[in-house]
């Protein structure tokens, strides 16, 4: 199977098919990725990448690495520049076209972080201290030794996405508060100052929206908290996921049955395969009634392993050449750039910034 045949259900949300008349623009879709691992996971991939993928056909698509909200957190220097070249390069294996996408790093914008700092004299302390991420991750180490960066990281983010207006934001469940924050910040804005920004709407699938952790099946797999045993990495050898999977957490009833209340670690494992096999949960409950965990665990393994396989070879195949990377980052940026500056210098206009100009003698 090819990383691109399963389509995932309606969204919770549905933009059902683009609403424009023949040659109108395409509604525009926007969506980010952090370079902070080596590899995406299997929640970034089936909650976000997977539906840039496909979204791509009928919207305008704008995606980029967000180097910028990477530098939050303690980070190396060397290793964030080769983990975006392997973020671009992993967007590419799973399908994104840089000739239906504009494919761009966050930094190579500016008018992302000249917005965010505007949007940060719009934002109340109190609103961005309720922010659940900045909390949970602000707690590993207690707020005092958290980055202000990490505090105004969804302030940067409702820049991100405000500046090319978009219609829809495809992320997964964790990142829908971020999106209430943008949605407020950019009624307000709109309000106190002149209507400037399209109010976007989620686009959240609610199938593939929280992937969890095959040891700790009610945490949702993240790379920053996940243990190595509980988190896919899209790049690993296919026979260590493969192993990880067999020895993924269940319980000790026996029964196949979709229900993430009481049996979370199973449920996991049934979403996984309906959502990279296409058979509906119903037709796979039926399909294991009576079987084992053991004939779970291992067809599930042998899907991941085939989708995996075509997508790790294509990513490893497009690390070699460096130079295609950085054309399609630049071309992203060049698509991008000049629709964020657009915005920025409307934005500017309404705040009261005096635009630069030449004096008259
Ligand atoms: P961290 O653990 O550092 O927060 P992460 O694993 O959550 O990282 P991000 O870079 O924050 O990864 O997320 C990228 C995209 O993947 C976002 O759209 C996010 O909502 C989605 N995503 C992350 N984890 C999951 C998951 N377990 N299930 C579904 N979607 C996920
Ligand atoms: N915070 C997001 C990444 C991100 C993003 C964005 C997503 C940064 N800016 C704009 C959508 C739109 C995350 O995935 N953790």
Redesign the pocket.
């Known amino acids: 199977m090819s990383a691109t045949t399963a389509h995932p259900p309606a969204p919770e949300t549905a933009p059902g098919p683009p609403a424009t008349a023949e040659g109108a623009a395409r509604p525009r879709v926007l ?4 370079p ?2 080596d590899s ?10 997977r539906n840039w993928q496909i979204l791509q056909a009928d919207y305008q698509p704008f995606f980029f690495i ?1 180097d910028q ?1 990477a530098i939050t ?1 303690d980070w190396d220097p060397k290793l964030l520049r080769e983990r975006t070249l392997r973020s671009v390069a992993q967007l590419l294996a799973a399908g994104v076209d840089p000739e239906k996408s504009a494919i761009f790093v966050q930094s190579h914008v500016p008018a992302h972080a000249q917005l965010a700092w505007v949007l940060n004299g719009i934002t109340g302390f109190g609103e961005a201290r309720r922010m659940t ?1 900045f909390k949970d ?1 602000s707690a590993k180490e207690g707020e005092g030794a958290a980055s202000v960066g990490l505090f105004t990281y969804p302030v940067l983010m409702a820049a991100d996405i405000l500046l090319y207006r978009p219609h829809y934001v ?6 829908r508060q971020h999106l209430e924050l943008t949605r407020d910040l950019a009624q307000r804005f709109n309000h106190r100052f002149k209507k400037t920004f399209r109010v976007p709407e989620p686009y959240i699938l609610r199938a ?6 095959l040891q700790e099946p009610t945490r ?7 243990s190595p045993s509980g988190i896919i990495e899209m790049l690993d050898d296919p026979k260590v996921t493969a192993k990880k999977i067999r020895s993924a957490v269940t319980d000790s009833d026996g029964e196949i049955r979709y229900d993430p209340d009481e049996k979370p670690g199973v449920s996991n494992l049934l979403s996984l395969l309906s959502a990279l096999g296409g058979e509906s949960i119903a037709d796979l409950e039926e399909q294991y009634a009576g079987k084992g965990y053991g004939q779970l665990k291992g067809d599930l393994a042998e899907v991941v392993t085939n989708y995996v396989t075509p997508y790790r070879d294509r990513t490893l195949e497009l690390l070699d050449d460096q130079t295609y990377l950085l054309q399609v980052m630049a071309e992203g940026a060049g698509q991008a750039g000049p629709i964020a500056e657009a915005t920025l210098r409307d934005v500017y206009q309404r705040i009261g910034f005096v635009a630069p100009g030449t004096p008259a003698r």
């Not at 949702?220 to 996940?226: L, R, T």
Request: cysteine-free; proline content about 2%.
């Open positions: 969506s980010g990725i952090q902070t691992s995406y996971h299997l929640g970034n991939y089936l909650g976000a990448v967000a909200h957190v991420q991750k495809p992320v997964g469940e964790d990142q593939t929206s929280k992937i969890y952790d949702k797999m993240s790379k920053s908290s996940s």
